[in-house]
């Protein structure tokens, strides 16, 4: 009687296995928010704030939609906290905190010579209350495109690129998403800060808590409370 033949051990995912999920994420959320774009474009241009602000929602939630969609069965994409190595819980929290102030301060000083309206103007302008746009504009982004980009698309990408290049890969993915050229530059320094965040901490809790600062100290200072 011959001995039973050992299983064979399943052969590795391709990387364009790998990467598909979250390639094929960042290729539908640009589609949604080409959709925004389109719907912004067709809204009059006297149309009310509010009007505004709702077809911009609409997009947003629908971009929201599809992240949870594509992580919810990626472990790593969601890994939000993890036991950080020693002294990173302090380290995260100055880079974060101090990165979030000097880019949100850039960000608010560079200026747009197109004159578009923000999201968080949208807002004011709709006499929208400032804890709401803190939640909409502030936390959503900061737990959502985090999950994204420094969860699902970082994580695969640093399992088939050198760690460098992945961070530069996810950082400039991120700043093409906003379709602005003219926060292009700071745009892809946070995502590569961000980046670096995720990488030592292990964790997305560092990112997440950096976005928000970021978006939220520009909506206190739109609503004139800071």
Known sequence: MQPAAEPSEPEPPSPAAILRPALVLWLLAQLAYGAYAQGMALVAADASAVTWLAVYEVGYLAVCGLVLWFVRRDPEARRVFAPPRPRMVEACLVVGIVGALVLSAWERGIPNPWGATS??????????PWWLSLLLT?????????????????????????????????????????????????????????????????????????????????????????
């Not at 999201?119 to 929208?128: I, Q, R």
């Not at 698309?153 to 290049?165: G, N």
């Open 138 to 226: 502030a936390l959503l982004p900061a737990l959502f495109e985090e999950w994204m980009y420094r969860g699902l698309l970082l994580t695969r990408l640093a399992r088939v690129l050198p760690q460098w290049f992945a961070l530069a890969v996810q950082a400039m993915l991120f700043a093409l998403m906003h379709c602005d050229q003219v926060m292009l530059l700071p745009h892809f320094v946070f995502g590569v800060l961000a980046g670096v965040l995720r990488l030592l901490a292990g964790a997305l809790w560092p990112c997440m808590l950096m976005h928000f600062l970021w978006n939220g100290y520009i909506v206190l200072q739109v609503y004139g409370l800071v």
């Open 119 to 128: 999201p968080v103007e949208l807002e004011f302008a709709s006499g929208l």
